[in-house]
């Protein structure tokens, strides 16, 4: 909600009578396969596993439909998208045949015929974005196993071999150059 809203319904929210405002809807657009999804879903079912919490959402799920609307052609996108993806992985490429499919198509078609430049921008820095993500993941997930191979070593009761096996995300020499690093701090 806006000032606005209370601007064009002349009401002054800083006094002590109560405003009237619309009742809040919450919506999530779900551009995955239906299947045997609900039509809501609720904050506390969802993560809290159905707990009452101090605060409760509830929000209308939205999923493709017969509708020829705005709503359902980004869904249609995303289907599009997704399948791009997986034939040509993220890249360039996986981006403008989704423009290209959804023209043909005529899903988002003046929109995207207007504005291809920004949406192929706007979609190759969603894809920067993941990599980081996934780079920063792989990185702490390679710190955790150096930190087991190190532990490991350290109670020196288990080769390197033993621990490359239990550890396979460190290479042998990466091992080898931990053991030397701690056999120097001994």
Known sequence: MDNEYFQR???NYYKSK?????????YVIFTGNKGQKPNTISLSKEFFEGAEIDI??????IYESNKDNIINQYIIF???FNEQTKQHGMTRKAITETIRICKDR????????QREKEVVTIMMSLFDEEQIIKSFIKSERHEEARETAE??????????EKIASYVPSLSMDEL?????KIMQLA
């Open 9 to 11: 319904t002349s009401q």
């Open 18 to 26: 109560k405003v009237k405002m619309p009742k809040p809807e919450l």
């Open 56 to 61: 409760e959402v509830k929000a209308k799920v």
């Open 78 to 80: 995303c289907k599009v």
């Open 106 to 113: 005529n899903v988002l078609k003046e929109y995207l015929a």
């Open 151 to 160: 532990r490991m070593i350290k109670d020196g009761e288990i080769s390197l």
């Open 176 to 180: 080898k150059e931990l053991e030397a």
